[in-house]
Structures are given as C-alpha cells and as structure tokens.
C-alpha cells in the first residue's frame, strides 16, 4: 500500500513568487496534516483538512493557504515568498479520529 | 497553548541503553506521540501514551506522567541506525491529530 506522497520534492522559487505543493493521503484516510520544518526548528503546524474542509489553522499568515479535493489530495499555496519561508513542507495523513498520522517524505522549499 | 521541552541532543554508546526526556505544558491534552526522523526523512511514528504508564514496544519504551506533564523515550541495545532525531509531539483536545511538536533530540549513537 502506498504511504504519503508529495511533489515535488524540492521547489526552488524567487521571493515574491508563489508555490505549491501537493499531497496524497493514504488510502482511506480523510484528514490531511500541513507542517513547515524550517533549519533548527520543530514542526510547527500549518493546516489541517478533513472532508474537503479546513478545521483548524496554526499561527501563519493568511499568504498560507490551501484546499482538499474530492479525493482527499491537497494542495499548500504560499504566495508572496519570502526568504524565511525556506523549509521542509511535511504532509501527513490519518483517519479522523484518535490514530496516528503518517508522515510524506517532503518537499524542500528553497525561496531566493 | 502548548509548551513542549526536550534536550536538543544526546550522545551514547552502541549497545548501551538511553533516555531521553520530554516535558510539556499543555491547555488540554489528548495523547502524547514519539516519532523518529532521519535526516533528509520523513518522521516515522514510534509510540503513543495517553494514559500513565509504560508502553513497551520492542527495543523502544515509552513512560508518560500526566500529572508532571514529563514523558521520556527509552531505547535499549542501542544500533548505530538509531542515530536520529527523536521528536516528542503532544496532541490537544478537539484537534483532531493535530500534533505541536518540540524541536527534537538528535541522537548520535558511536562505536
């Protein structure tokens, strides 16, 4: 079975530009986890989806945004880039609930 | 909100055993979750407590204090594969699997 996936793996964008960046759950799972890494920080939480809604925001700028597709895809967009959005975009997926969720691989966001 | 601590890193020897400690202030908890990560990796989930006591789970034990707000990972014959970042991450009430995470234990495991 297939775990977490995004793309891409690594974006390299100028500042003041956008991206985006997709996700596709697990299979069966609803709930879509958005978390920025940046170097010497913890994951700090961005967004959370679930059946196509946005349930809860972490403390990001309103440049952050994103949405969850009839298939429980998602997409991150971050407009307007700046230098110190430059991080590791994590994606994680669960059932709705109390389960664990599970980790994609990442895509590397490099803004210069 | 959510306060999480833990020691940013840790130095041991292989086949010995380590500790590494976690203490959270939290509004409202649901359940406690270890994860390891590689680096360049995702986090990969290790355990998960959400009532005092201890979980065992193979080489990898997990105690959890709801009362301290303490929580430690515990890792037993120790192999150089497990030098990693150890994340301790703490779920809020009402948050779904919304996690806050601390900043992680970089584990360096020597000869």
């Known amino acids: 079975e297939a775990g977490v996936t995004q793309s891409p793996t690594h974006l390299i964008k100028t500042r003041g530009q956008q991206a985006t960046l997709r996700c596709s759950p697990i299979?069966?799972?609803?709930?879509v986890y958005w978390y920025q890494q940046a170097l010497g920080l913890g994951l700090q939480f961005l967004l959370w989806y679930d059946e196509g809604e946005e349930r809860n925001r972490g403390n990001f700028p309103p440049r952050f945004s994103g949405r969850q597709f009839p298939n429980y895809s998602s997409e991150l967009n971050v407009n307007a880039l700046e230098l110190e959005d430059s991080a590791l975009y994590l994606c994680?997926?669960?059932?709705?609930?109390?389960?664990?969720?599970?980790f994609g691989q990442g895509t590397r966001l490099t803004v210069v | 909100g959510q306060n999480i601590d833990q020691p940013t890193e840790m130095t041991a020897t292989e086949g010995a055993i380590v500790q590494i400690n976690c203490t959270y202030q939290?509004?409202?908890?649901?359940?406690l979750f270890w994860y390891q990560q590689h680096a360049g990796e995702a986090p990969t989930f290790l355990s998960y407590?959400?009532?005092?006591g201890l979980e065992e789970k193979g080489r990898f034990s997990s105690f959890l204090s709801r009362s301290k707000g303490y929580s430690y990972l515990l890792l037993k014959e120790l192999q150089m594969k497990d030098s990693a970042s150890y994340l301790c991450?703490?779920?809020?009430?009402?948050?779904?699997?919304?996690?806050?995470f601390g900043t992680g234990t970089q584990l360096k495991v020597e000869l």
């Open positions: 939290t509004s409202g908890f649901n359940g």
């Open positions: 407590n959400v009532l005092d």
């Open positions: 991450a703490v779920r809020p009430t009402g948050g779904g699997n919304k996690l806050t």
């Open positions: 299979s069966g799972h609803t709930s």
């Open positions: 994680a997926s669960s059932l709705l609930g109390n389960t664990e969720a599970f």
